[in-house]
C-alpha cells in the first residue's frame, strides 16, 4: 500500500508498514526533527503537528489514517525566511528554557491563533492544556501568544 502526504508543501509517498506512526515517519524518513518525541501517548504535546489545519499528536496518529492529507511540522511554521509571529514573539519574550516542548507549544498556539486571532487567557488555557512544559514557562508562553495575537 502506497501512502502519499504532503508535508510542508511537499509531496511524499511511502510503502512503509501503513501503521507506522507519524512522528516516526516525519523524523525518520523525512528527516525533519523539530517534531519531538516526549510520552509516545498522546499526553504530552512535545509531538504535535497540523494534519490539514488541525493540531494532532503524531506519537499516535499511523500514516494510513491520514493518506492524502497535507502536514505541517514546526520546519513548516514559517514563511521561507519569514518566522511566523508567534516563532518572532518566542524570541522576543525568550519562552523556551530547555527547549524540548517549544516545537509542540508552538504547533498549538498556531491553530490557536488560526481558529481565534484574539484569544482571551481562558481560551489559550483551554486551548494549550496538555501540552506540557516541565521547565514551567507556561506564563511566557501565555505572553507570546497575546503578542503574537496582537502583532500577527
Known amino acids: 500500500m502506497t501512502i502519499s502526504l ?13 501503521e507506522t506512526p507519524l512522528l516516526w515517519f516525519i523524523r525518520d524518513e523525512v528527516n525533519l526533527v523539530g517534531t519531538k518525541f516526549g ?25 494510513e489514517d491520514i493518506d492524502g492529507s497535507d502536514v505541517t511540522t514546526i520546519e ?22 530547555c527547549g524540548y516542548c517549544q516545537a509542540g507549544q508552538l504547533m498549538s498556539a498556531a491553530a490557536l491563533l488560526a481558529e481565534n486571532p484574539r484569544p482571551t487567557d481562558e481560551d489559550i488555557d483551554v486551548a494549550m492544556n496538555g501540552n506540557l512544559c516541565r521547565c514551567g514557562t507556561y506564563p511566557r508562553i501565555r505572553a507570546a501568544i497575546h503578542k503574537a495575537a496582537k502583532e500577527g
Do not use: F, Y
Open 6 to 18: 504532503k508535508i510542508n508543501g511537499k509531496a511524499v509517498s511511502t510503502d512503509k508498514d501503513p
Open 39 to 63: 510520552c509516545g501517548i498522546a499526553q504530552c504535546g512535545a509531538c504535535t503537528v497540523h494534519v490539514d489545519g488541525v493540531p494532532i499528536r503524531s506519537c499516535i496518529t499511523a500514516i
Open 76 to 97: 513548516g511554521l514559517a514563511s521561507g525566511d519569514k518566522l511566523h509571529a508567534l516563532q518572532k514573539a518566542w524570541v522576543e519574550l525568550d519562552v523556551p528554557q
